[in-house]
């Protein structure tokens, strides 16, 4: 029998901190006043925000407690099909909290930040070569930030060209996010359907392209984990009718010293330096979605530019045909720094690694399961493959059910009901950072849970049950959200 | 999440390849989801509706649908003018889940082309459908 990691425990209850605390309590003491008093000018005074009383301790056993309950890749594995919940190596932290680099203020001249321009250039030059593109903006704060970057681009290009159009081809197996950043940008995105392999083929983009036509979104690997082979045809397709080809990164951590974007036909890519380079996420940033472009697009990118004129690195505005500045300052800061430093750490041989064993542990995965949940598309995956809960279903399972169950064992699930081409779809990505003792209990808790689903459906349907919380009610707090804390 | 045998198919109504439900009542056509349609989207949290006075073609996009699992596409199964839609739906969005053919409709349309109507799917031909969907 397995040990699952699991289990139960003493679980503290933490109210909000309005409810805790008394008037009068403090956590610090301010200085003895070293100047006179004056008096404050009217408009200044009034009523101030209504913070609680708190001591030290009560704030530190709040945090604490919060952070117990939580689950993050530091406490177990953390299979979220495409988000890339890979583990965040120490070092990267411990470089970001460097004085010099935790003491720089955005608004220090040029000459005093040296440093810090430095390491963005050459972050700058570092993602360029991994993606095969010419030129790089770190300026976009998220994935989806640097999806509407590149759209931008690419409608500065056709208006360049003196014609602007109005529609985006989007594969259904493309990042949820490609079709809002594409309308964002006042483009039509135009659905196209992947064919029974799961990937995109040439004939269905032929038939749609057309000089109204912007370009093509493609994910590649997509959503399904499944490589786009066409993608040089594709991309010749789409260039003919005087298109652009927008790869999205978010599945990057698969082809890493592998796939150069810029050498398949992709004009412009953006990459999420928080999944595929190093930097924790999931409670939402921040993050980082640099953009990068082929040498014909770099005077569109974003200003300001970082430029290096002998070994002096400075800020420059000068692009006549910039789409403009995207981000207060020049993005956040912390993650490119994150990204560098595992970048340099692991080296080119490194990342390729990584890259082979996020696939290799995807496929380990999917070969394992396969007789376990139904296999969307039984074909060799990337670095995440995608089940349903087809086979469960008879019993009245579903995949919520299964979903909610794997916490009970110890584990992160799954994504579920994602990519919307599959049913009821479970995807799994367990990244590279996972050990095969670790994959191999993950198996054994899914095989356990298909076993319960079979037996005793109940189970599955009470599920979670060793959680501070039991099953939220999702429907009500979407249907009436409460956002007062 | 339902057995097909416990789906409810009404023969009152037609049902369009994208799961919408049609009725005829006079001249005009009131459209919704159906009970198979609701099921697979799980419980719905918001329904994205057209304004009155719109008109669609058959099969083209009027409106979204949208629950804890996704947002879908809403289809019209006949084209026309919408002559009214259920307002009671932005209170109550679950009615839809509760009772599709009822309470739970979405608009009602006024349409351009009453052939349309016989080109969609009868109870048995949908039922097999939905047999081969499984």
């Given at each position: 029998m397995t040990d699952f990691s699991g289990t139960t425990g003493l679980i503290f209850n933490e109210p909000l901190l309005w409810e805790k605390g008394r008037k009068g309590r403090t956590g610090m003491s301010l200085p003895r006043r070293d100047v006179g008093t004056y008096a404050l000018d009217e408009s200044l005074c009034g009523d101030g925000p209504d913070f609680p009383d708190l001591s030290e301790p009560e704030v530190a056993r709040h945090y604490v407690r919060l952070s117990q309950w939580n689950f993050g890749v530091d406490s177990g594995l953390y299979p979220l099909g495409s988000c890339t919940m890979k583990y965040n190596p120490k070092l990267n932290e411990k470089m970001a909290s460097l004085q010099g680099f935790t003491g720089a203020h955005p608004l220090l001249p040029a000459e005093l930040s040296q440093g810090a321009l430095r390491l963005m250039f050459e972050l700058e030059r570092l993602l360029a070569e991994i993606t095969g593109m010419d030129a790089v903006s770190l300026?976009?704060?998220?994935g989806a930030h640097g999806e509407l970057a590149g759209m931008l681009i690419i409608h500065a290009y056709h208006k360049s060209n003196g014609a602007a159009r109005s529609k985006i081809i989007v594969p259904d197996t493309a990042h949820g996010t490609n079709p809002a950043s594409a309308a964002l940008c006042g483009y039509k995105p135009v659905a196209v359907k992947s064919n029974e392999q799961g990937v995109l083929s040439p004939e269905a983009v032929a038939e749609i392209m057309d000089s109204e036509t912007a370009g093509i979104m493609i994910t590649n690997p997509n959503t399904l984990g499944l490589f786009e082979r066409s993608i040089r045809e594709i991309a010749e397709i789409v260039h003919k009718k005087g298109g652009l080809v927008y790869g999205d990164g978010a599945n990057m951590n698969a082809v890493m010293g592998i796939v150069r974007m810029g050498d398949i036909g992709v004009d412009v890519q953006h990459l999420n330096l928080h999944k595929t380079f190093s930097t924790p996420h999931?409670?939402?940033?921040p993050g980082a979605g640099p953009v990068c472009v082929k040498k014909n697009l770099e005077k569109f990118l974003p200003v300001p530019r970082i430029i290096e004129n002998h070994g002096a690195y400075s800020l420059s505005y000068?692009?006549?045909?910039?789409?403009?500045?995207?981000?207060?300052?020049?993005?956040?800061f912390g993650v490119m720094i994150k990204a560098y430093g595992y970048i340099l750490s692991m080296g080119a041989e490194s990342l390729k690694k990584a890259s082979q064993l996020a696939v290799l542990n995807a496929n380990y995965i999917k070969a394992k399961l396969k007789d376990v949940f139904h296999l969307a598309y039984d074909q060799p995956c990337m670095h995440e493959c995608v089940f349903s809960d087809k086979l469960q279903k008879q019993n009245g399972v579903t995949t919520l059910d299964i979903a909610k169950r794997l916490i009970d064992y110890g584990f992160h699930p799954p994504t579920v009901y994602?990519?919307?081409?599959?049913?009821g779809s479970i995807m799994i990505e367990p990244t590279e950072t996972e050990s095969k003792e670790d994959i191999d209990q993950f198996v054994e808790a899914c095989k356990a849970v298909v076993a319960e689903a079979k037996e005793n459906p109940e189970l599955l349907h009470a599920a979670p049950t060793r959680t501070k919380v039991r099953r939220l009610d999702e429907t009500n707090a979407t249907r009436h959200p409460c956002l007062t804390g | 999440m339902k057995k097909m045998s416990e789906f409810r198919l009404p023969d009152d109504v037609r049902y369009s390849e994208d799961h919408e439900w049609a009725r005829l009542e006079g001249d005009a056509i009131r459209v919704g989801i159906s009970d198979y349609a609701q099921d697979q989207l799980g419980d719905i949290t918001f329904v994205g509706m057209p304004n009155v006075g719109d008109a669609f073609s058959q099969k083209q996009e009027f409106g979204t649908v949208e629950s804890t699992k996704a947002v879908s596409e809403l289809f019209m199964p006949i084209g026309g003018k919408v002559l009214e839609v259920n307002e009671a739906l932005e209170e109550s969005p679950g009615l839809v889940n509760e009772d599709p053919y009822g309470r739970g409709w979405l608009i009602l349309v006024k349409p351009?082309?009453?052939?349309?109507?016989?080109s969609l799917m009868t109870k048995g031909d949908y039922a097999k459908r939905l047999k081969g969907a499984e």
């Open positions: 300026q976009p704060a998220a999931g409670g939402g940033g000068d692009s006549a045909e910039s789409i403009g500045k995207i981000h207060a300052f020049y993005g956040n994602f990519p919307l081409v599959v049913s | 351009d082309n009453p052939d349309e109507f016989n």
